[in-house]
């Protein structure tokens, strides 16, 4: 790495993050690493709770990541299924 502590946080410990690291001690990343690709995803996702940066509202933020995070599942369901590709 480069030294920069700024822009290795906002790579290795984003804000959008922190708030769950702040309540229970355990970053998204360690949790997401005991699942598959697209489970991990989605659960990201879910615990990110529209806290990404943007010019987007909370809510809109929230909504777009229960999308993304659905579209994660579904990528699972189709893997599963034989259906993805």
């Known amino acids: 790495m480069n030294g920069n502590t700024n822009s290795n946080n906002s790579v290795e410990h984003p804000v959008h993050y922190a708030w769950l690291k702040d ?10 690493r005991h699942f598959d690709f697209s489970i991990g995803n989605a659960l990201k996702y879910l615990m990110r709770k529209g806290k990404a940066d943007g010019d987007k509202t909370e ?14 599942i579904n990528d699972e369901i189709k893997r599963i299924e034989g259906t993805r590709f």
């Open 23 to 32: 309540l229970c001690g355990v970053e998204p990343i360690e949790i997401c």
């Open 59 to 72: 809510d809109e933020k929230r909504i777009e990541d229960l999308r993304k995070a659905i579209f994660y």
